[in-house]
């Protein structure tokens, strides 16, 4: 019996890692892959550990969310790299007519490390923020955001959607990939801020202007832990 109660939290976490690393098979594969400028965001891949992970070929088709991608009606946001300190990134309603209700998550100029957490509801969204030092920066609500069809947004040089039709000129401003090794159940939200363009002769369009990385929140009892936080608690 006492064996059993020590393991018991060991079996909690596999079942977590089983629910949460199949989520990565939720999004096909873009057909066709985008052909971007995309040594800058290779290089940056590389540094943080997800070398193995392919930005010419490993693209999903994530154009529209819905909560149980991210394995749970929460989940966490992380502001992983942003040279365009003048953009702002958030989600919105994919239903909605053009230009969507904006539903901010990051602010312009939020610093590289500050992270959210995001909350579905039955009323809305609530999205709580965090600077990089871990720092409370407040709560807002959303109502009416639905939780089975959302996308993501940035503003950059003018307001992009991750539906890749809803841009001026039908291109790709958000390219979406897996995590891999430590990262297994997370995502990388890769925001290009100009308007694509191919063939660039200048690299503009690198997808390395904000990059966010999508973290599951674990599933009660393990309450207020991201996803991300449990798996470095066992590395």
Known sequence: MRLQRLLRPLVLCFVIVVVLAGTALA??????????CSGPLQTFLNSIGQ?????????????????????????????KQTPAVSSSIGVYNVDDP????????????????????????????TVSWFNNLSVYQGSTFYPGINSQKFGFYIVGQMLFLSQDSRN???????????????NIGDWWLCCEDRFYTNPDPYCYSDFNDM???????????VV???WGQLKSLYR
């Open 51 to 79: 070398g193995s992970v392919h930005v010419t070929t490993d693209q999903v088709d994530a154009q529209i969310w819905k909560s149980s991608y991210s394995g749970n009606a929460e989940f966490t946001l992380v502001l």
């Open 168 to 182: 001026i000129g039908a291109g790709p401003q958000i390219l979406t990939f897996q995590g891999s090794g430590a």
């Open 27 to 36: 999004f096909d594969l873009r057909s066709p892959q985008v052909p971007f």
């Open 224 to 226: 207020g832990q991201s």
């Open 98 to 125: 053009y230009p969507p209700t904006l539903c901010q998550v990051f602010p312009a100029g939020a610093p590289v490390g500050s992270y959210a957490a995001l909350h579905f509801a039955v009323a809305g969204l």
């Open 211 to 221: 990059v966010l990385e999508l973290q599951s929140v674990v599933p009660v009892p």
